[in-house]
């Protein structure tokens, strides 16, 4: 990859060499494309799948699953193309118009970082304000990446162990717990609000999807609708939806 | 108890400090001394409680009222807590993780209990752990509020920060002076102070 950069003095800006194929906007999209066996959504270039995956972690109340694989290509292309700028960056023989190039492509490096951590930075927020509960919860634990747990595992402790110093360990000992259920209490352990309102942009047609009072939604590809985000969960996993 | 007083009075008190730490968005001073009137109460509400004689049957409204007393000042004070270690996170996040810039300012600094000091650098290194399954290429604590628009930034700098490593060598930022410097090499001293965008 390097070799190429150096020899023939190309650098692609960005998705231009990640994925081979012009960049199609996607919401440009037909509203009338009904039907799904005739047209197959154009694919969606990595960059546009983070940008989706984003946007649906930032608006959805519960932890989405990690994106593993996703993001560490992302991130090897990230190191790939900056070692190549800083190859080009040296070599005296480039053009100005390459130097334009470059100085494009060091700025989409950036862009790109921004909307990773970003992502990253979404779901720490969320892991730390429901740690106890995804230290308990096997589910959740699975959506998360390794390093995402332990961090989890880690908040958790430290949280409990803050509470114990600075209050209950100078309660009576029927009051130091922390897993108190009295009656008409919130409990004691956050759990993401599943029934809070979202905003979804319907990537396909959807069909059949149940709302709480037992009625159905239609939704044509393109339909924007707010709803509650337990009714649409399953479609966000699935990319048929996308949060907005 | 001398003094009268309703059940949940202090506790009340606690959640109004929390209030207006986020309706003023500042960091209060730890009020060490309500929360130990509070604790002490819950002490005594205990003995109260103890001192009510019971036997099967259903439990004396007595017994009740103390009881749901208990429950609630014990939420207002895990509640104070917890709202203060929120807003100690968001303080981090907002020097970008910078703790020792955190722990130097004495103001700030005087206002936390000692538990939330050690709380505070126990944090620290659970985000430094969590920041190193990343590559240096990505630094995660960097900044996520306004997206880069170019790679380099005019900066004055405002105080004196010593020598940094810029992608042009190393520069010794004295106070007064100007450089055009890539953003990603600086950000964190905007965010602390040091710089300021011309």
Redesign the interface.
Known sequence: MLQHYHHNHELGVWDEEYEQRPPTPRRTDSPDDINPFLLERTPETPLEQLTRHWLNERHAPDILPAQEELLSGMLDHLRRQSEAVHLLRGDPSSSDEEHIRIMLVQTEIERVKFIVRSYVRTRLFKIEKYARFVTSNADVQRRLTAAERDHASRHAKITDQHFYLSVLQSLPDAQAHLDDTPVFYPSMVTEPDKSRPVFVHALTRCSQITLPDGATLDMEKGHISLTLYSVVEQLVARGEVELI | MNDARQYGELGTQLLLESRRSTQTDTFLKYNDTL?RSL?RE??DL?KAIDAIPFEGGSPPPALLII??A??RN??C??AY??HR?DRL?DLYWSVGGALPHILSNQELRGRM?P??V??LR??NS??M??RS???H????T?S?TI?????HALVRVVRDCGVIQTELGSIDFKKGQRFMVR??DIEHLIVQGYLEEV
């Open positions: 929360v604790i819950q002490r205990e009881q749901t208990i429950n014990k939420r004070l895990l807590h917890a270690v996170r209990s538990h939330e050690d709380y126990q944090y659970s985000i752990e969590f399954e990343f590559t290429e990505l630094d995660v960097a996520i997206p880069p628009k170019d790679i953003r990603a």
